[in-house]
Every structure is written in structure tokens, then in C-alpha cells.
């Protein structure tokens, strides 16, 4: 209570509240009229100062602690709109840009009283930067804080809690030459250089091309307007709804202006400004463009990503049942960008490469294509209009989109299998599918989140999900998701949360611990686990899966695990294992016959190890009929042994064993494992006793597999367009068989050569097959092959052409014939530079140019100094050189060369690492060359 006055004068409450009303209506027309003066400012103001900004701005904190010293925003201003100007151009009055001027007025609310303004900011020069209010706070001084990529604006009195303000700049930046923030990039069409200007703003580059507020959390909407030359098309992330021109001494530039975005982060603005052309679709009422360059789109190279995009389109809108939200969708292939693509929202970017096909493009490829284009237009839900808070949980995102990324795909390609884990390897230095926000903070941690960590086991995270919930309550925690969270952003529990919400729907499916705590060990702990099973004892283990055994002992981590799995063929109920050890008596075998097999079809990312009876039945079962066991698992079980053999959990010939089927094997997704397995331990038994008896058990399983692919094309390789085949696979098998002497391959190789030969203009080698089919017939030659093709290189058609034509003919078995090769390498007429180092790569990999390109590089070490080759490219080739060797003898041998010969650099730490690998593939043979050699005695005919 208040006491009671004593003087003045008195108002009635009904006064009172007149008044009040009337003081704050006042208050919000002038708030109002202060915003519409800034956004006047923006549409009245002409062209912005063309000469570069001064760059006298203090770019240091100036010597005391503030909020600038922290990597992120404080809590303090709420960004709600942006007014962009973007005017590239150049200072020199040349034709090509070189920079942009810009302005912004960024329109922010106040929700905590603060002092000090920070938006992000890097490499952009300030002219003058305002602030507009009702009350325009004085400014006291204005800097850069480098370090934490700030603009810095300190005021002399508080802002107010509640009030809007509009942050107003002008300033410019440099056009980056490669493809972050807002880049210029070259390409030729029809013979006539070109450049086009496009933005690449995620994760972290939004604040090299206009000062914001560059956190995902931090989503606004978005006003923006390009200024360019008048033959020129600019596109932004919304529709077109106004041209107009500005004239100055230079001539005249068409100002193009956008609608007002949707509401979105800072990472999802995006820019372009070419002299493309487009083909058009639409899809339940959006207008559907693709964009590039006017050669590709006069070739049809644009009608299969268009005629792909609107199923895919309308399968996703009515999977989510969220609508997309915008009326257009543009879709540009571009000379280069950083990632494959981009998903920025209305405006998708494209490596060309990876959008563009020719019309009679292989459908391997165009699968490739399906897929990104699929992972981009998932995004457009999943990052998009439901957006992950910090860059910790990019897996919302990033692994989400991956795991749609097939269903998506197999809207175009229904046969293919879309829908199983993906099979991950081991990686160094991994971290966790959802980081802890507190580890990700600069850009450096931001931008070690984008890794095949956060894509294929965030997207195996959901597949774990979807295996134990059922498809379609996924579905249905999915949708409920995208729609409790437009426009906004999320953290992982969030998730958890949906998906919980819709097993509490029903009572069919129950599991045995709530959603978060069965897919947190999957998510919030790195690696992932290793079963090891005793069908003897019925006892299951689960633990770390890492190569150190003592790293493993000193783990306490543990998973949720479910274990779907079978007994010789029969389907048993699934096993919850969420302890380290656990006795199953089910899981015991009685008889030689019966098998066990754990992870059928793969129901979550783990490796399963066996009692070494239990890996004998799995392989006689292989060999006696594989089709009972599924292909993801014959696929797995390989990768698998092969893996525990490497760590030391199994002997090599469980391994072994586990290939001795797979002359009967026709599933690419099981040679896919298994050649990257056999090729290995071919590598590493050369110059063994045991290399012999390997290349022929090589021989004896590839070779039908060989068969099987060239019987599927009717032995034409022209046919590869019109046949779905894994191309990758197809010519790593070629390429194998080739190596192995077969000469059906090297016969098809010198025929489709000697073709080429009579008439290069018209019998073009197909280009997947360039390298293989050219180095079966240089191998199978003589010197009059190797001289063609050389011809051919000298023409440099292209890069990739040029790269195929150099590996060829590294091929040849001739000494001399290699040995003029590397002299051509060291002769700049014949070979630049840059490729220089290339040849002998190429050369090393082979047992005879290893011999000869090290005795090359000794006697001819003068030519190998820098500036003819850099250091790091002489430390690259000599790492390379050493996959040759096979004594310490030759390392030793290396180092006193390197020390004695090659002095001015430090060789130590590379030295230190060849040692290393040396050492680990000296212990590797002397452990398991022994055995194989046995193995391979009793087991190739």
C-alpha cells in the first residue's frame, strides 16, 4: 500500500485510464513511424558511396572485458526483420565485379537493457552505421572485434526493454574467388568466358556479406534487393515483385526486388546473379525452375533434375503434411560451390556436376543425382522451417535430410533398397551425433560438425527409430514435430519428445525404456558398440567398439540395443540388451547345423562378433545356400570379420572364410564391401610368399562376378546407359580383373582401343571407362598404344580426361617405356608442373615403378627442389613412395637419404608417421602371412 497524499490534485480512475491509453496508443504511432522512416531511408536512398570505406576503424577490443570476448550473442536483441541491398560491382571499371556495396537496416526488439550491440561481422568496411527509434539512442563509439567476428556499437545509455529499434549501415565487402558468402565464379559457354555471382552463407559466412545476427536461433524475415547490369537475371529465396532502374555515369543497372521471406536464419539467404537459362515445372501449385548455364540447358542437361523434382516434391509434402510454404522453387547448377548442394530456402545451389546429366546419362549417376536432390528438398522441412538452435544438434538437419534423402529417391527409383542402416565405418577423432553445446562454439568447431558422424549416423539414428517404433509411428512423431515447431528452432530432446508422444498414442508397440532413453546411448556418445556372442554359454557381451584393447577396458559406455535376430533362417523375438553382459539361453547352438545371426537386416549401427563355430556354420551356410541369410547381412558379416581380424578379435582366416562363397555372389552391395576387403590384403601380401596363391584365390571369386556385370550390358559397354548398374563397382571390378591377367577383360580392353585408335573423333571410350580400358590396353600393348595416348593427353580435353590419360599410362609394364614417362613428368613441355607430381603417384602404385620411380627421385633429386615442386608435394609423394615398402631396411634407407641429401627441411615428423604405418604393416605380416599362406594352401585348388 501507498500513504495517502497530502497535496496536488486528484484524477478519476476512469481519467487515469483515458489517458494512460491514449499516452500508449502515442507511443506505438510514433514506434511505428520511426520504423517506416528507416524503411523510407532504405527505398529513397540512391546509390551507396562507391569508393572503398575507410579502413581506419579500431579492430581491437580496446583493452577491457565485454561481451564482445564471448563467441556467442548475448541474449539481449531479437532480430525481426532485415532490409538488404546488394550491389556488386567493380572499383577499377572493369566489367568483371570484384566487390558489393551494401546497405541494411536491421529492425531488432530489446528483450534485456543493454549498452552494447553486437551483430556479426567479417571482412566488411563500414561507411556509417545509425540507429532509428522513437528515441534514438546516442552512440558512443563503433569497432570491429576480429577475433569473435563483431561489429561493435557501444551507446551511451541503455536500450529499453520492449522497444524496437533499426540498426542502420552501409558498407561493402570483397566478391570471394572461391565459393563462401557472396563469390564470383567463371565458366565458358559456347566458347565465351562468363562469370556469375552467388551466395554460400551456411554455416557461418552470412556476416561476410551483410552484418546480422548470424545464429541459426536468431531467424528473421528478410527484404532484399540486387542491383546488377540490365542483361543479367538476380534471383533470392522469394518471387520477383518489382524491377526498376538506377542510372549513373557507367550506364544504367536494373534493380530487382524481392518479396518479404518467410521467417528464417541468417544461413538460408541466398543470392544469385547470372546469364542463365531455366526450364520450368510445377508441383502442386509451386512454380519449379532449374537454372544454368544456356549450353547446358540448350543440351537438355536440365530435363532429368526437372523431371525429378516435383515427384519428389509432392511424395515429401504429403509425407509431412506440411505444405511448403513459398510459391516458387529455384534450383541452380554452379561452376563450383563448397559442399555438393545447398538447401537454401526457394533458391537450392547445385555443383553442376552434381545436378546436370546429359540426356543418355547413365542411370548410376542420375541415381547419385536423385539422391542430393532429394537430401536438399527434405531440408526444405528439416532445417528449414524447423531449424536446430545451436550448431551442436546440426544433426536435426543434416543427418534427418540424409535419411530422406532415400526414401525421397525411391519415389524415381523404386527398386532400389533405400530404407536400411547405413553400413559406418570407424573414424578418428569422432565425436558424438548430438554434441554438447558447450564443445561447439567458434566456426573452426562449427564447421567439424559437418562430417559423415553428424549425415550417416544422425540419419542411422532415425533408422534405429523407425526399426523399433514402426515406420508409420515415425511418421506420425515426425509430423507432429515440423508442426509444433514452424519457423522455429529445436534441440534433440525436442524430437525425442514427438516420437514419445506418438508411442504414448497407442498400445500396440511398447518399448521396454522411454524413446530418449534408448536413443541417447545412440546419439549423445560417440562410436557405437561391439556384440560378441558365445552360442556355446548363451552369453551375450556388448562394449566399445575401438581398436586399443586398453582404451576398451577403461570404457564405461554401454547402449540400448536392440537385437533383432535369427536362428539357421528362423525369426526369433527381438533381444533388449541394455547391460554389458547378458545370458540368452535361446541364443545356445545344440547341433553342428544350427547358426545364429545377430542384427538381421540391420536394425541399428553395432558389429557383432561370433565364437569361432558359430563364424564356421555362417560360412558353411554361405556356401550352401546364401540366399537364406539377407544381402545388407552377407554385406556386413564381411565387413565385419574383416574389421576383427584387423583389431585382433579373430584370426585372418575367419575372414577368408567368410569370402570363399562369393564366387556364387551377384549382389553389388556385398561385393561393395567385399572388394574394398580383398583388394586390401592384396596390398599388403605383395612381396610375400603368399601373393601367388592370393591373386589367384582373387582370381577364382571376382572373375564370375566380372561375368555376371559384362552379361548384363550384353558385352558392349556402350550399353552401361541403358542398364541399372552400380558404375563405381562395375569398374573397380573391371579394373581388378585387368590387373589379374584375365584375358577376356584384356581382349574387351584392346578391342574397344584399337577402335578408338582408327577414329578418336568418333569411337569416344565411354568416360567411366576411359582409365580402365586405356591401361588394360597399354598393359596388353606395346609402344605404339602408349604413344596414342599420350597424343591424346596433349590435347588436354579436360581436367578429369587429362588425370584418366596420365594414370593409364602408368600401366605399361615396360621399365624403359616408365622410365621415359618419368622424365616426361620432369619436362614442362610435355607435362605442367602441377601434374607433375601426379605421374609419379601413378607410377609408385605399380610393383615395377616403385623400383624405378625411387631410384628416379634419388638420382635425380636437384629436379625435385622447390619452386619445381613444393615441399608439400614432395612430402605427399614420398608417403606414397612408402606403400611400397617392406623392410625397415628401406625406411632406414630413406631417412639417411632424406638427412644426408635432402637438406633445408625438416623431414622428422614425416619420418615419425612412415615409421608408424611401416611398423603397424611389418607387424601385420608377420602375424597373418604365415596363416594365410597355410590357409590359402588348403583352400585354392
Known amino acids: 500500500m501507498r500513504p495517502t497524499s497530502t497535496s496536488g490534485f486528484y484524477l478519476s480512475r476512469k481519467t487515469v485510464v483515458i489517458c494512460s491509453f491514449l499516452i500508449l496508443v502515442l507511443l506505438v504511432v510514433c514506434t511505428v513511424l520511426a520504423i517506416l522512416y528507416g524503411k523510407l531511408i532504405a527505398e529513397k536512398t540512391g546509390s551507396p558511396t562507391l ?86 539512442p546516442d552512440i558512443r563509439c563503433t569497432w570491429l572485434a576480429v577475433e569473435n567476428d563483431y561489429l561493435v556499437i557501444e551507446l551511451n545509455e541503455k536500450l529499453i526493454t520492449g522497444a524496437d529499434y533499426i540498426i542502420q549501415a552501409n558498407y561493402s565487402g570483397k566478391l570471394e574467388e572461391y565459393s563462401t558468402g557472396l563469390f564470383i565464379s567463371n565458366y565458358t559457354e559456347w566458347g565465351v568466358n562468363k562469370t556469375v555471382i552467388a551466395s554460400q552463407m551456411e ?50 543497372w536494373k534493380v530487382t526486388t524481392f518479396n518479404t521471406s518467410v521467417k528464417m536464419s541468417t544461413y538460408l539467404v541466398a543470392l544469385v546473379i547470372s546469364d542463365y537459362g531455366c526450364v520450368n515445372t510445377t508441383s502442386n501449385g509451386v512454380e519449379i525452375r532449374v537454372w544454368a548455364d544456356k549450353q547446358a540447358i540448350s543440351n537438355g542437361e536440365a530435363h532429368y533434375a ?49 545436378l546436370l546429366s546429359h540426356p543418355d546419362g547413365l542411370i548410376g549417376y542420375q541415381f547419385e543425382i536423385t539422391r542430393v536432390i532429394a537430401h536438399e528438398l527434405a531440408h526444405q522441412w528439416f532445417g528449414n522451417l524447423v531449424t536446430m538452435y545451436w550448431w551442436n544438434d546440426l544433426w536435426l538437419n543434416e543427418g534427418l535430410a540424409r535419411y530422406f534423402e532415400f526414401m525421397g529417391a525411391s519415389v524415381v527409383f523404386p527398386t532400389e533398397k533405400t530404407e536400411n542402416i547405413i553400413l559406418v565405418d570407424e573414424l578418428t577423432n569422432s565425436h558424438p551425433v548430438a554434441e554438447k553445446e558447450e564443445h561447439v562454439r567458434t566456426p573452426e568447431e562449427i564447421y567439424l560438425m559437418f562430417s559423415s558422424v553428424t549425415y550417416n549416423k544422425g540419419a542411422d539414428v532415425i533408422a534405429i527409430a523407425s526399426r523399433i517404433m514402426t515406420k508409420e509411428l515415425l511418421a506420425k512423431g515426425l509430423r507432429s514435430y515440423l508442426k509444433t515447431f514452424s519457423y522455429s528452432n529445436t534441440v534433440t530432446d525436442d524430437i525425442w519428445n514427438h516420437l514419445q508422444m506418438a508411442i504414448d498414442s497407442q498400445d500396440a508397440i511398447k518399448l521396454p525404456a522411454s524413446v530418449k532413453s534408448i536413443l541417447d546411448t545412440w546419439a549423445k556418445q560417440e562410436g557405437f558398440p561391439l556384440i560378441t556372442v558365445n552360442t556355446t554359454s548363451g552369453i551375450i557381451t556388448q562394449e566399445d567398439n575401438v581398436e586399443n584393447k586398453m582404451e576398451n577396458s577403461m570404457s564405461n559406455k554401454s547402449w540400448f540395443i536392440p537385437v533383432f535376430w535369427v536362428k539357421s533362417g528362423s525369426k526369433q523375438p527381438v533381444i533388449w540388451l541394455e547391460e554389458k553382459y547378458k545370458t540368452i539361453p535361446e541364443v545356445k547352438c545344440t547341433t553342428d547345423e544350427e547358426w545364429v545371426l545377430l542384427n538381421f537386416n540391420i536394425s541399428a549401427f553395432y558389429r557383432v562378433n561370433y565364437d569361432d563355430s558359430n563364424w564356421h556354420r555362417l560360412s558353411l551356410q554361405l556356401n550352401n545356400d546364401s540366399s537364406v541369410i539377407p544381402v545388407i547381412n552377407r554385406a556386413q558379416m564381411i565387413s565385419d570379420a574383416f574389421h576383427l581380424a584387423r583389431v585382433g578379435h579373430v584370426d585372418i582366416e575367419i575372414a577368408l572364410g567368410m569370402t570363399m562363397y562369393l564366387a556364387k555372389e551377384k549382389e553389388n552391395l556385398v561385393w561393395f564391401n567385399a572388394m574394398e576387403h580383398l583388394k586390401h590384403i592384396e596390398s599388403m601380401l605383395t612381396a610375400t610368399s603368399s601373393y601367388g596363391l592370393y591373386k589367384k584365390f582373387f582370381f577364382d571369386r571376382v572373375v564370375p562376378f566380372y561375368h555376371y556385370q559384362m552379361k548384363s550390358i550384353n558385352h558392349v559397354f556402350k550399353n552401361i546407359n541403358n542398364v541399372d548398374i552400380n558404375i563405381p563397382l562395375f569398374v573397380s571390378t573391371i579394373e581388378t580383373v585387368c590387373r589379374l591377367n584375365l584375358k577376356d577383360c584384356l581382349d574387351q580392353a584392346t578391342s574397344l582401343f584399337s577402335q578408338f585408335m582408327s577414329n578418336p573423333a568418333v569411337n569416344r571410350i565411354p568416360y567411366i571407362f576411359r582409365e580402365v580400358i586405356c591401361c588394360g590396353a597399354i598393359k596388353a600393348g606395346t609402344i605404339i598404344e602408349w604413344d596414342f595416348v599420350f597424343s591424346i593427353y596433349q590435347m588436354h580435353i579436360s581436367i578429369s580426361e587429362d588425370l584418366d590419360l596420365l594414370s593409364a599410362m602408368a600401366c605399361t609394364t615396360d621399365p624403359w617405356m616408365l622410365t621415359r614417362y618419368l622424365h616426361y613428368a620432369m619436362d614442362e613441355s610435355k607435362i605442367p608442373k602441377d601434374y607433375s607430381w601426379r605421374v609419379f603417384e601413378y607410377v609408385v602404385h605399380y610393383p615395377i615403378g616403385w623400383f624405378l620411380a625411387w631410384n628416379f627421385i634419388r638420382a635425380n633429386w636437384k629436379m625435385f627442389q622447390p619452386p619445381k615442386t613444393e615441399y608439400i608435394e614432395l612430402e605427399n609423394l614420398i608417403w606414397t613412395l612408402s606403400d611400397g615398402f617392406t623392410s625397415n631396411f628401406q625406411i632406414k634407407e630413406l631417412e639417411l637419404f632424406l638427412n644426408n641429401t635432402a637438406k633445408g627441411h625438416e623431414w622428422s615428423t614425416l619420418l615419425e608417421g612412415l615409421n608408424v604405418k611401416l611398423q603397424k604393416k611389418l607387424k601385420w605380416k608377420e602375424k597373418n602371412n604365415p596363416k594365410i599362406y597355410n590357409w590359402l594352401s588348403k583352400n585354392v585348388g
Request: charged letters at 20%; proline letters at 9%.
Open 203 to 252: 554455416p557461418v559466412y552470412a556476416r561476410s556479406v551483410f552484418p546480422c545476427f548470424d545464429e541459426p536461433v536468431m531467424k528473421a524475415t528478410f527484404d532484399i534487393r540486387l542491383v546488377h547490369r540490365p542483361q543479367f537475371v538476380a534471383l533470392s529465396n522469394m518471387p520477383v515483385i518489382h524491377f526498376s532502374e538506377r542510372l549513373e555515369k557507367n550506364g544504367a
Open 306 to 354: 526437372i523431371n525429378v523434382l516435383g515427384p519428389i516434391f509432392s511424395f515429401f509434402e504429403e509425407y509431412f503434411n506440411v505444405s511448403y510454404p513459398l510459391s516458387k522453387l529455384d534450383v541452380v547448377a554452379l561452376p563450383e560451390l563448397e559442399m555438393d548442394a545447398m538447401e537454401n530456402w526457394g533458391l537450392l545451389t547445385f555443383r553442376e556436376e552434381i
Open 51 to 136: 569508393e572503398p570505406p575507410s579502413t581506419d576503424w579500431e579492430t581491437a577490443a580496446p583493452g577491457r572485458q565485454g561481451p564482445w570476448n564471448n563467441s556467442r550473442l548475448p541474449n539481449s536483441l531479437i532480430a525481426r526483420n532485415y532490409q538488404l541491398e546488394l550491389w556488386p560491382r567493380s572499383l577499377s571499371g572493369l566489367e568483371r565485379p570484384s566487390h558489393f556495396f551494401g546497405q541494411v537496416n536491421v529492425t531488432v526488439t530489446c528483450i534485456k537493457e543493454t549498452e552494447v550491440i553486437l551483430l556479426h561481422s567479417h571482412g566488411l568496411l563500414y561507411t556509417g552505421v545509425t540507429i532509428v527509434s522513437l528515441i534514438p
